[in-house]
């Protein structure tokens, strides 16, 4: 089973709308969250860490639930430049584990 | 404050060659993180490393691949005899502390650089 799971998409939304995105992980033990998001070919860009009571920066709220071992990303008012993967990242000892990624496309 | 800096960008080998990555952190950050991404995959972890330590070396291969991260000068990842399943994208990260808060492992921000593309033929 892998560490971080989230659905690849794609989420194809108009501009305006709301969409969310969730991912689970497998360990416990995890400490550390955080999504990024990587546009085509490039390198990941820290969007936000994700922390125990949940916190917003902007369009972008991010929630955890440690119950479930869920992290949840929701992005308001949707623009075209929001188009991009999204990564889920979970952090455990030395490491973060990335998701593969879930795919947005903000459409006119 | 320049980023977290790599090059070369692109890197075509032919098998059997040797692949040289390089790394230098953001300014003030010591410490690194190598990752590989293949295509339509998830980053996957590879080699944590502070000046001089390889801390923690469990998501890389065994044989042909290694790193350093030297005193002076940049983090290198070195693949000997490459083969064509090394093709992939290399990036580098950095972050100014491995943990955020002590006695917990609560991981800190990582910065990625722009990544090198290993293409071997």
């Known amino acids: 089973r892998k560490e971080v799971e989230q659905d690849p998409g794609p989420f194809n939304v108009p501009e305006g709308a709301t969409v969310a995105f969730n991912c689970t992980y497998s360990?416990?033990?995890?400490?550390?969250f955080f999504w990024y998001r990587q546009d085509c070919r490039k390198e990941p860009k820290l969007l936000m860490s994700?922390?125990?009571s949940g916190n917003e920066d902007g369009r972008f709220t991010a929630q955890l639930n440690r119950a479930s071992q869920y992290i949840s990303l929701l992005i308001r008012d949707s623009k075209l430049s929001d188009s991009a993967t999204y990564l889920c990242v979970g952090g455990t000892g030395n490491q973060f584990y990335f998701g593969t990624g879930t795919s947005l496309t903000v459409i006119p | 404050n320049a980023g977290v800096m790599q090059n070369p960008r692109h890197l075509v080998r032919r098998r059997g060659q040797e692949a040289r990555l390089r790394c230098s952190p953001m300014?003030?950050?010591?410490?690194v993180y190598w990752y590989r991404q293949l295509p339509e995959e998830g980053l996957k972890f590879m080699v944590y490393l502070q000046k001089e330590n390889i801390i923690d070396e469990s998501g890389m291969p065994k044989e042909r691949f290694s790193a350093e991260f030297p005193k002076e000068g940049p983090s290198i990842l070195r693949i000997q005899q490459v083969v064509r399943g090394d093709s992939a994208a290399y990036f580098c990260a950095s972050s100014p502390r491995g943990t955020r808060a002590s006695g917990r492992a609560v991981l800190d921000e990582q910065y990625f650089g722009p990544g090198t593309r290993l293409t071997v033929t």
């Open positions: 300014k003030g950050h010591s410490h």
């Open positions: 360990n416990s033990a995890s400490q550390s």
């Open positions: 994700v922390y125990s």
